[in-house]
């Protein structure tokens, strides 16, 4: 499983041969011009909510890759069936099988609504079990108790969380998620794009280190492999 960061909260997930986009906002992102919109093919694109830092690009790569599956929640699943886009939709607690792993729709505390003020229904994560490897990617969340329902069914190789603050968890509180959902490996997103969220990369790597843990800041366009 191969994992890159396309800025902001967009990752992307190479997985049994799919390539999928999480919450893509890459165009209107200055810090991640360099990427080549146009190369991006993804099979899925994953919706953690409906706002705009990560809904933006839904439409122009669907108009690229028009046999893509957007997967979220009913009510955004909804809004772009009615576009004529192809979609599934889940809702808390779910999961499903698909071509590349399972996926489980959990709960995140958060908000949720279009840029034209359409109702997003409520926000999500997502769990993904797929080549022996588990990840989960929180979307924008404040720290939830829920969390610690994941390890009684997944063991995780990766958590990402976002670290922020302002709109979601703050360094401390995603130490916190990571003792809930029992990961140690945590990839730090939604930080950094404008003023309010803001961070200290070194301060936030060693507050992870003190704790025993591993907080990887990638560069835009920068992959692990799991």
Not at 17 to 38: C, G, L, M, Q
Not at 107 to 132: K, L, M, Q, R
């Amino acid at each position: 499983m191969k994992i890159t960061f396309f800025g902001h909260a967009c990752i992307g997930i190479e997985v049994s041969e799919k390539f999928i986009i999480v919450d893509p906002f890459i165009t209107a992102n200055p810090k991640a011009s360099h990427i080549n919109f146009a190369d991006l093919k993804p099979d899925y694109i994953f919706l953690t909510h409906a706002h705009q830092d990560h809904a933006l690009d839904v439409e122009a790569l669907v108009a690229n890759n028009p046999e893509a599956i957007i997967v979220s929640n009913a009510e955004i699943i909804t809004y772009y069936l009615e576009k004529g886009f192809k979609g599934h939709m889940m809702n808390h607690g779910g999961s499903w099988q698909f071509d590349f792993g399972r996926v489980k729709y959990v709960n995140a505390i958060h908000s949720s609504s279009f840029a034209d003020g359409t109702y997003g229904g409520n926000p999500g994560g997502f769990v993904i079990e797929g080549e022996h490897k588990n990840i989960y990617i929180a979307g924008d969340t404040a720290l939830t108790w829920d969390m610690k329902l994941i390890p009684m069914r997944t063991k995780l190789d990766l958590a990402i969380f976002p670290i922020g603050n302002n709109f979601t968890m703050d360094v401390e509180d995603a130490i916190l998620a990571s003792d809930f959902v029992e990961c140690d490996k945590i990839l730090g997103c939604h930080y950094d794009t404008f003023g309010f969220i803001e961070i200290n990369h070194q301060e936030a790597i060693q507050q992870f280190f003190n704790k025993g843990k591993d907080l990887m800041l990638l560069e835009i366009g920068q992959s692990i492999e799991l």
